[in-house]
């Protein structure tokens, strides 16, 4: 922990999942730039540890590794940040990647270990620390979903737009019940941005051939999320060309966009 600022501050810490790097490590800059104190977790210690000492002389900052696909993670996260007296005032549930291929292409475990990242462990993160958020009057939660939970399906990476829609109707949802409690929640939804998710996937060369206005870099999404929990949108899509794709997904009769969809997935999923 750095001596820079204490241990908590009126506003609490900012929790970040997945903060080892792309967006997550992304939001916790930007959080740190505006002095919010930090708490990041992921698997990769040595990623989480040196961005500690990056942002640590910006802001307090506490590592906690831990593995979301562990069903025991989030309970364990909560005891632990309450164990050391800390409040959590903005709560990013971030982590998350996608399983490439058909559906029956992969083992049960690695789709179960998805939806326990992506799913049940931001549902749980949510409701752990949600009451302390209400009882203090004042609370951030941003759920990281994707471009891809507004538009059609497409073939492949059968769960990962599924968990996407399930993220946007659950912050939306949340947003309502908490909004006259002082809590903020919004949906970040973020097209193509220039992380290591596609590398991590192995769509990286595929992806790549899309057109340069479709992609922002992690730090504008950070950024872009951050001014949108603020102001109180519940969904927020970052950049232009994405708006427009999810505003003519919404309009376009289904048969038609899922028809557009199909003849363009081959270009960003994997479906073999």
Same mark, same amino acid.
């Not at 302390?132 to 891809?148: C, K, P, Q």
């Given at each position: 922990?750095?001596?820079?600022?204490?241990?908590?501050?009126?506003? $609490?810490?900012?929790?970040? %999942?997945?903060?080892?790097?792309?967006?997550?490590?992304? *939001?916790? /800059?930007?959080?740190?730039?505006?002095?919010?104190?930090?708490?990041? %977790?992921?698997?990769?210690?040595?990623?989480?540890?040196?961005?500690?000492?990056?942002? $640590?002389?910006?802001?307090?900052?506490?590592?906690?590794?831990?593995?979301?696909?562990d069903p025991g993670a989030p309970a364990a996260l909560h005891a632990e940040i309450a164990s050391r007296g800390?409040?959590?005032?903005?709560?990013?549930?971030?982590? $998350?990647?996608?399983?490439?291929?058909?559906?029956?292409?992969?083992?049960?475990?690695?789709?179960?270990?998805?939806?326990?990242?992506?799913? %049940?462990?931001?549902? &749980?993160?949510?409701?752990?620390?949600?009451?302390?958020?209400?009882?203090?009057?004042?609370? /951030?939660?941003?759920?990281?979903?994707?471009?891809?939970?507004?538009?059609?399906?497409?073939?492949?990476?059968?769960?990962?737009?599924?968990?996407?829609?399930?993220?946007?109707?659950?912050?939306?949802?949340?947003?309502? &019940?908490?909004?006259?409690?002082?809590?903020?929640?919004?949906?970040?939804?973020? $097209?193509?941005?220039? %992380?290591?998710?596609?590398?991590?996937?192995?769509?990286? &060369?595929?992806?790549?051939?899309?057109?340069?206005?479709?992609?922002?870099?992690?730090?504008?999404?950070?950024?872009?999320?951050?001014?949108?929990? &603020?102001?109180?949108?519940?969904?927020?899509?970052?950049?232009?060309?994405?708006?427009?794709?999810?505003? *003519?997904?919404?309009?376009?009769?289904?048969?038609?966009?899922?028809?557009?969809?199909?003849? /363009?997935?081959?270009?960003?999923?994997?479906?073999?």
């Open positions: 922990m750095s001596p820079k600022t204490p241990a908590s501050t009126p506003t $609490g810490h900012a929790l970040v %999942t997945g903060a080892s790097s792309g967006i997550g490590a992304a *939001i916790a /800059r930007e959080y740190a730039r505006r002095g919010v104190p930090l708490i990041l %977790t992921a698997r990769r210690t040595e990623r989480l540890q040196a961005l500690a000492e990056e942002l $640590g002389k910006q802001v307090d900052v506490v590592v906690l590794a831990a593995d979301l696909a800390l409040h959590v005032a903005h709560l990013v549930n971030n982590a $998350g990647y996608g399983v490439p291929g058909r559906f029956l292409s992969a083992d049960w475990k690695t789709h179960a270990d998805s939806l326990q990242v992506m799913l %049940t462990g931001v549902c &749980e993160l949510t409701h752990r620390f949600l009451p302390a958020m209400e009882a203090a009057g004042y609370g /951030r939660i941003i759920n990281v979903a994707s471009l891809a939970g507004l538009v059609p399906a497409s073939a492949g990476h059968t769960l990962y737009g599924a968990t996407k829609a399930f993220l946007i109707r659950f912050s939306e949802c949340l947003a309502m &019940e908490t909004r006259d409690k002082g809590v903020h929640v919004c949906a970040l939804c973020p $097209g193509f941005t220039y %992380t290591e998710f596609h590398d991590v996937n192995g769509m990286r &060369e595929r992806v790549s051939k899309l057109p340069k206005l479709l992609w922002l870099d992690a730090d504008s999404v950070a950024r872009l999320g951050l001014d949108a929990v &603020e102001r109180g949108r519940t969904r927020y899509v970052t950049g232009r060309a994405n708006r427009v794709i999810a505003g *003519i997904s919404k309009y376009l009769p289904d048969g038609l966009a899922r028809s557009l969809v199909a003849s /363009r997935s081959k270009e960003f999923r994997d479906s073999d």
